[in-house]
């Protein structure tokens, strides 16, 4: 026990957690040179707290002169020798070696609000700013409860696609956005506010930001240009009311502490579950008050919230012949939710309890919570033996006689049939994107894609095949699928560097060109522009995959998107699919870059960026049958989504794209650097802010139309420098060495005297 008690194993102890904290734990992880420093500081501050007097200072350093100098440690000293040379050269080797770690950037969650704001033509005090329907009406009255409800209708047609149905930060398109949007439920948010500084953030959205809040990546849109003030004020009490937080106030008296858990609404009397106030609360904006699929929200969202009163359901484990779910099936769909949808996971939310009365209460809706109903479970093979050779063989023949014509060949649901597909509504419905699992709704494992080839998808085009197909079939063509997402890249969440590779020689101009597979892959999430008007609401293309090559002169960049439709106007393949009432435009991909590099992480606003930092964007167009056109490559160059980019008269771009089962294949090309003075030099070593954007022609998409990511960056892999990369670590190990044999012979003279 002495041992571990004793100051030099603590210290060691001590720096050792907190350099395991700094480097592995810590989130977002901290830069090498910013480790560096801190650890530096770290090892100062253990020596002082270990060395305060002399007895402890004598006591830390016993071991060490012993390990240094003592003759019965001959052998601990050459281990000792041989881990300080060692580790000399390693750690200068990590420091030393390049890296793709995204530089680190910090902002402030609350930053200070300005003391005065102009807005609606008016200017408010912040620091006296309340909320004049609270002041007006009082909360608890008939006319709050009203304009709460008013707010909540208002927040779930404009607010949710970020910040979600739970109010958590986690809407359908909140991957897009780095940083994610806020999460009102956390207890450290809007319960820490006033009511002033919500009105100040949600007005003046992310361009309202100070640069500690780092505008140029806040999503956050300006919203007086699109809500009245009345509707502001009417969504931050909707916003107070359903987490149960209470605005921060000056007065502390009427301010109560936050709550860990808010308090909640949902017990009726005598504890009994007040199921309508559940549903009341968590479902009627999309679901309708009368669960008929017609709440506030539905009329912006794809796909449509379901009806439950046509008792119609599309995710169950029954067979074909059973027409409803079962009760797990329920609440299977309502604890986890349905990725890729507004149908947030609602089980951390709500008790078992709680979910089960809004089961019965679904029933209800649609009448049949009286019938008693024998279940019939999908018939599932004896055997299921994995994706050996011949069964994926057997699962791709099949896939092809069933499958194809929805799916398409590779599975990202490029409709090969010439049918227009729709669901029992008469909406048009889109088959699923099969090498995207990202956007599974209800399926996870092969298992549960035999089960939606054996029941079907009930209300949609998706067929039961038990009666067309055996199981040995089905089971072959599930594992067949799973195979797909293969050929696709996934999401890395987290990491936001596209490294670019140096290669001899001339760039690919041909996206199938061997030369890629060197490149590595980025894929990241897309989100439609619900930021501005014109705003979208729903987008089929929802992932861009980025590679990129360079040499000493130019760079190249293949952008991968899928796309369901070959969105060229006048072509027949486009007409097939053509939307009604929609002008079909040209499919179109573009990326972004700043003008300027700060050599900070400070950037342009990622759409179209800002007056005081311009962007530009290399710009690809497909073909045109009628009116006749060819593709398109140029540059535009923009400053802020208030005016049009402004396209170049000439430019040195090159571009190209093939569409093919689903997906455009896009290569851009281009010098590294230019006699342009917007154009930023692409030099090796240097993080480069980027971004993307899409237009789908199919839905119309042009202009402001369109979808986009937020900024990522683009690093061109430096070329290696052996004398810095070898030559240093070498050099720091052979020091640390001489100075370890100093100290040695230096402590062994003081042992034999």
């Not at 026990?1 to 001590?14: D, E, G, N, Q, V």
């Not at 977002?28 to 200072?57: C, H, R, W, Y």
């Not at 030369?515 to 999430?525: G, L, V």
Request: proline share 9%.
């Amino acid at each position: 026990m002495r041992f571990f008690k004793h100051p030099l194993f603590l210290a060691i102890l001590t720096v050792a957690v907190i350099y395991v904290f700094f480097a592995y734990v810590m989130d977002p992880p901290l830069p090498k040179s910013l480790l560096m420093q801190n650890m530096v500081i770290v090892v100062v501050g253990v020596l002082l707290v270990a060395t305060f007097d002399n007895e402890t200072a004598r006591k830390f350093a016993e071991p060490i002169f012993a390990l240094l100098g003592s003759p019965r440690r001959k052998f601990l000293r050459a281990l000792a020798f041989l881990g300080v040379v060692v580790g000399a050269g390693w750690l200068t080797y990590g420091f030393v070696r390049p890296t793709n770690v995204a530089p680190l950037e910090l902002r402030t969650v609350h930053p200070a609000p300005p003391a005065r704001l102009k807005v609606y033509g008016k200017t408010y005090d912040l620091l006296t700013l309340t909320n004049p329907i609270r002041d007006e009406y009082g909360d608890g009255s008939p006319e709050m409860d009203a304009a709460i409800a008013e707010g909540g209708e208002i927040y779930y047609k404009n607010c949710l696609f970020c910040h979600g149905d739970r109010l958590d930060g986690q809407g359908h398109f909140a991957d897009a956005f780095t940083p994610r949007p806020i999460n009102f439920q956390d207890v450290g948010t809007i319960a820490q506010l006033q009511e002033s500084f919500l009105f100040w953030r949600i007005t003046t959205g992310g361009p309202g930001l100070p640069r500690e809040g780092t505008p140029w990546a806040s999503a956050m849109p300006v919203w007086h240009e699109m809500l009245s003030e009345d509707e502001v004020w009417k969504v931050i009490a909707f916003l107070y009311d359903y987490t149960g937080h209470v605005p921060r106030s000056w007065d502390l008296a009427e301010s109560p502490p936050p709550e860990d858990t808010p308090p909640t609404d949902q017990a009726g009397e005598g504890g009994e579950i007040d199921v309508d106030a559940i549903y009341t609360k968590r479902c009627a904006q999309c679901h309708g008050e009368d669960g008929d699929g017609l709440g506030p929200a539905a009329d912006r969202m794809y796909p449509k919230p379901r009806d439950f009163t046509l008792a119609l359901f599309k995710f169950k484990s029954t067979d074909a012949d059973s027409e409803f779910p079962t009760d797990a099936d329920f609440f299977k769909t309502i604890a986890e939710g349905l990725p890729g949808t507004a149908m947030p996971a609602w089980g951390d939310m709500l008790s078992d309890a709680e979910i089960n009365a809004l089961i019965r209460k679904i029933k209800e809706f649609g009448e049949w919570e009286e019938e008693e109903i024998d279940y019939t479970p999908i018939e599932m093979p004896a055997s299921m033996p994995g994706p050996s050779p011949e069964l994926l063989a057997q699962g791709r023949t099949q896939f092809v006689k069933a499958c194809v014509q929805c799916h398409g060949d590779e599975g990202r649901g490029n409709v090969t049939s010439g049918k227009v597909l729709r669901d029992d509504l008469g909406d048009r419905i889109w088959p699923r994107n099969l090498t995207r699992p990202e956007t599974w709704r209800w399926t996870r494992t092969t298992a549960d894609v035999f089960q939606r080839l054996s029941t079907g998808i009930p209300g949609t085009p998706m067929p039961e095949h038990s009666t067309t197909m055996s199981l040995e079939d089905r089971w072959a063509i599930a594992n067949y699928v799973m195979t797909l997402r293969e050929g696709s890249v996934a999401p890395k969440p987290g990491e936001t560097v596209i490294e670019a590779m140096r290669i001899d020689g001339p760039l690919p101009s041909d996206p199938k060109d061997a030369a890629w597979d060197s490149a590595p892959a980025m894929t990241f999430p897309m989100s439609p522009n619900i930021i501005k008007e014109p705003r979208i609401y729903f987008s089929l293309n929802d992932f861009v995959t980025v590679r990129a090559l360079y040499n000493d002169d130019d760079i190249a960049i293949r952008i991968d998107m899928d796309d369901r439709t070959y969105s060229v106007p006048g072509d027949p393949l486009e007409r097939a699919y053509a939307l009604e009432d929609v002008e079909a435009t040209r499919d179109a991909i573009a990326i972004q870059l700043p003008v300027e590099l700060t050599g900070t992480s400070e950037k342009p606003w990622f759409r179209h960026g800002d007056p005081k930092h311009a962007v530009t964007m290399w710009y690809w167009a497909a073909p045109s049958v009628e009116p006749e056109a060819a593709e398109m490559a140029m540059i535009l160059d923009a400053k802020g989504p208030d005016t049009a980019p402004v396209p170049r008269q000439s430019s040195d771009l090159k571009a190209s794209g093939e569409w093919k089962n689903g997906r455009w294949q896009v290569v851009f090309t281009r010098a590294r650097e230019t006699e342009n003075p917007a154009d930023i030099a692409l030099r090796d070593g240097a993080y480069i802010p980027i971004a993307f954007a899409d237009w789908d022609g199919l839905a119309g998409d042009k202009g402001g139309r369109h979808s986009f990511t937020s900024w990522y960056w683009l690093r061109l892999e430096p070329q290696a420098n052996p004398l810095r990369l070898y030559g240093l670590p070498i050099a720091m190990a052979l020091l640390f060495g001489a100075l370890f044999v100093l100290l040695a012979r230096r402590m062994r003279r003081r042992f034999e005297t």
